[in-house]
């Protein structure tokens, strides 16, 4: 199994190659990709500089351009894809239909990877994918149960990525409106969800915390109570007269000790989510995989999870807590 | 302009969903979407109850549309999808990629649901040339990204299809793996006793202050708002919509498709009676008045 790194900036991209992964995904610095953040992604240098580094070391650069055009913008998507075929990159990662049938017509030697954003949880829909625009990959979704990625990877016409670590949309990628309900910006048109700029933290007299997105409260927090990013999905409400994490406690995604059966299943690729996130993450993360899918390579029979990976991963997660997700019915 | 009924989203009793699309049956729609389109374990009616309903149905004259689940995951919803896909005689609102890829295959013409995520005129051509016939834009699709669509497609020399937009009720926002209303109610997914029954217009989630900001329906999330696009009918017709889509509410639907029946035939904007929707204007969703 390849395993995909996050590279949000130059320095991640380094960090995430020198420790071991086969590929990195990163973005331009505009709304073409789902992490459109001030002061992250890649001007022209920096991506020639970064897939410099990786192809010297025989490693992959794939460029996510995985957000939706209007018919307005449709222009600066298709010079992205050009873009990408122009330097080299390994492959673009796309979700949206025209963007996908620009890159297959224009540039149809560069490989096509489904987005997670594309929403394709099923055999019919990768079949209409791989037909209509000849993807090579997907990403899918974090709503199927390891039983679902078991089977769909029998019935897929093409190579399955799934994610293995990480941040955790608890919603249907792509197709989620909570952060445009509240503050008009679209992560599917602009590619960001909770936008910082509609974040506001209230300091209160007894020492407590409040934090809105966009006038929306999204929860309280006690003095010393940690306190996550304000997204609606991980925020405190009541419901029936109780208030709790409604939808989901800030905590991230965890498949580690899912690592052999993926890799029986036939899976091709583990992603690990956090283009957001600096270098030691990067660095840490990667490192700690690249050593559990080596130990597998090496001896799958007897893999099992050594002592300080877990530590190490939790340390990353957010809120400390990892999860299996969506993989283990339980969570459903 | 046409009016449509909606696929309910909510899970209501069989005898309730039955009354209540017998009811229909009179009123002046002209358009039934039927099916479950948010979780495949609620069978108070099953496949076959569908089918034989929209049968039934096509007797008053109504068009009938089969809608189909915006997300698949299990061998057994991608099979009650091929039911509905292989009966024929039924378009089919493909909510999601597996649904559009069976009409495809199946040379079937299908409505392009809110779900799908069409953005712009060349992923609507695409679709056109798959079969889709008809287009209901997602939720956050406002009035100026339909605008240049709509000259993007005469750019392009191509016609537009059907136009139908969600004019009454909450807004479907999310779709997830898990169930919420389980979460809620502290059993689990497997084991939920079809529990969502007893909230029949969804469960109410409010922020910490009490302002209501959400609904939970199983495994999707709703706008608290019932939004109401009716004030902005000059518009919609001037932007060629075809289709007014209004979602059931367990009451006062019989009095909510009178008020549109009326808009529509007159030249005049009608009152409003649910919440402004944000969106259609390039705004949060959410109505300036319901933020705290």
């Known amino acids: 199994m390849q395993l995909v790194c996050p590279a949000g900036n130059l320095p991640a991209l380094q960090a995430a190659i020198d420790a071991g992964a086969d590929a990195v995904y990163a973005g331009l610095r505009d709304q073409t990709n789902a992490r459109a953040f001030p002061g992250l992604n890649f001007d022209d240098a920096e991506l020639r500089a970064g897939m410099a580094y990786a192809h010297q070391r025989g490693r992959q650069v794939y460029l996510a351009l995985n957000t939706y055009p209007d018919s307005a913008r449709m222009s600066q998507w298709y010079a992205a894809v050009d873009k990408a075929a122009e330097f080299g990159c390994d492959a673009i990662i796309a979700a949206e239909l025209a963007v996908l049938d620009y890159a297959a017509r224009t540039h149809p030697a560069m490989k ?6 594309g929403s394709a949880t099923t055999a019919a829909a990768l079949r209409y994918m791989h037909e209509r625009f000849g993807i090579s990959r997907a990403v899918l979704p974090r709503v199927l149960s390891i039983q679902q990625v078991e089977r769909l990877c029998e019935g897929s016409p093409v190579p399955l990525e799934v994610f293995a670590f990480g941040s955790l949309c608890i919603m249907v990628e792509g ?6 309900y509240v503050t008009g910006a679209s992560p599917n048109r602009q590619g960001v969800c909770s936008p910082a700029k509609f974040v506001r933290w209230e300091e209160h007299a007894d020492g407590r915390r409040s934090v809105r997105l966009n006038h929306v409260l999204i929860d309280r927090f006690e003095p010393q109570e940690p306190a996550g990013y304000p997204t609606v999905c991980k925020g405190r409400f009541e419901v029936g007269g109780e208030i709790f994490h409604a939808l989901e406690e800030p905590t991230s995604l965890n498949t580690l000790e899912l690592l052999p059966r993926l890799a029986q299943a036939g899976v091709a690729a583990l992603k690990i989510e956090g283009r957001q996130r600096g270098v030691a993450y990067v660095g840490s993360v990667t490192r700690t995989w690249r050593a559990a899918l080596d130990r597998y390579r090496d001896a799958p029979a007897s893999w099992s999870l050594q002592p300080g990976w877990q530590p190490s991963l939790a340390q990353h997660a957010e809120g400390h807590q990892t999860t299996l997700g969506p993989y283990h019915r339980a969570w459903h | 302009m046409q009016l449509s009924l909606g696929p309910l989203q909510y899970f209501w009793p069989r005898e309730r969903t039955l009354a209540f699309y017998r009811e ?18 609620r069978r108070e009616l099953g496949t ?3 089918i034989a309903l929209a049968e039934e149905l096509v007797g008053s004259g109504k068009q009938i549309v089969l809608s189909s689940l915006a997300l698949i995951e299990a061998e057994s919803e991608l099979g009650v999808l091929k039911r509905l896909v292989g009966h024929g005689g039924f378009w089919i609102e493909a909510n999601d990629l597996s649904a559009v890829q069976l009409c495809r295959e199946q040379g079937l013409p ?11 005129h060349h992923a609507l051509a695409l679709l056109m040339d798959d079969g889709l016939r008809r287009w209901v834009p997602g939720v956050e699709q406002g009035h100026v990204l339909l605008r240049e669509l709509r000259e993007a497609m005469q750019g392009a020399q191509r016609n537009m299809p059907q136009l139908e937009l969600i004019a009454f009720g909450r807004l479907p926002l999310a779709y997830s793996a898990r169930c919420f209303t389980a979460r809620a109610l502290d059993v689990a997914k497997d084991q939920c006793d079809f529990r969502c029954i007893e909230y029949p217009d969804g469960m109410p989630l409010a922020t910490r202050e009490g302002t209501p900001f959400l609904r939970i329906n199983g495994i999707q999330i709703q706008g608290e708002e019932i939004t109401d696009l ?17 979602y059931p509410q367990l009451d006062g639907m019989a009095e909510v498709v009178a008020h549109f029946d009326a808009a529509r035939r007159a030249p005049a904007a009608p009152s409003r009676i649910g919440a402004r929707n944000g969106y259609w204007h390039g705004e949060p969703g959410m109505q300036p008045s319901s933020l705290a």
């Not at chain 2, 009123?27 to 979407?33: A, F, N, Q, R, T």
């Not at chain 2, 299908?110 to 712009?120: A, E, M, Q």
């Not at chain 2, 009716?230 to 209004?246: A, M």
Request: proline share 7%.
């Open chain 2, 110 to 120: 299908f409505v392009g649901g809110p779900t799908l995520n069409i953005y712009n």
């Open chain 2, 24 to 41: 229909a049956a009179d009123w002046p729609v002209e358009i039934i979407y039927l099916g479950e389109t948010v979780c495949s374990k």
């Open chain 2, 48 to 50: 076959r109850d569908w």
């Open chain 2, 230 to 246: 009716g004030p902005e009918l000059p518009t919609l017709r001037e932007l060629g919509v075809d289709i007014l889509r209004l």
């Open chain 1, 112 to 117: 096509r990877h489904l987005s997670v954003q």
């Open chain 1, 175 to 180: 197709r989620c409106q909570l952060s445009s």
